[in-house]
């Protein structure tokens, strides 16, 4: 089995994890659904080095496991008030339905960084502007960047090539450059409309 090929099965077994969770919290007679979190929780410890991953699958990865941690924690806080009883009214409205909400305060979270002024990556917004010292580590980053050109590029009606790996090859490879030359740890990216073009602009942080 490939790589990606696992990826889709741990996100099937996440889906399914999620239901079956729904189900045990709506029915008394069931029992918690230990072992599809097993299955769950060997492929993400599978995967946890991520050196095998290209990356956006590392990326992918990220994703998966962090929808795991909110969801678990959820579920960990529902099987206490389950033991111990509903002891504060609030408790009682505590449903699955807090998954959704605290995986978007997640997703809405993430992706705030660099310098400047932050936009949303996949509005358009310009400048967008991001700090990076390794690349091959920070994942998120680089992908709110390429989806900032991205976005830039299909608003301006450019051409819009290139997969998230060679631009993360790129910038890996500029960030060791400039790095280099300057004798620095940061370089600051930015997208930006220069001569009604779209720019992937890259600077030393001195």
Known sequence: MTIDEELNLLDQQLRRLKIEYEIFFNNPAKRPPADVEWKVLALIRKFSDGTRMSFSQRYRYNEMAQRYAVQSDLWRK?????????????????????????????????????????????????????????????IEKVESLYKALMAAKQKSGEKVSGSLD??????????????????????????????GHVMLKAKAKT
């Open 78 to 138: 529902k099987m206490r008030i389950r033991e111990e009883g509903y002891r504060r009214p609030q408790d009682a409205m505590l449903s699955v339905q807090g998954v959704r909400a605290s995986a978007e305060h997640e997703r809405k979270h993430r992706h705030v960084y660099g310098v400047g002024r932050h936009a949303d990556a996949s509005a358009g917004d310009l400048p967008f502007t991001v700090q990076c010292s390794d690349a091959t580590s920070e």
């Open 166 to 195: 060679s631009f993360a090859a790129f910038v890996q490879k500029k960030t060791i450059q400039l790095r280099k030359e300057y004798g620095c740890d940061t370089v600051v990216y930015s997208v930006e409309m220069q001569g």
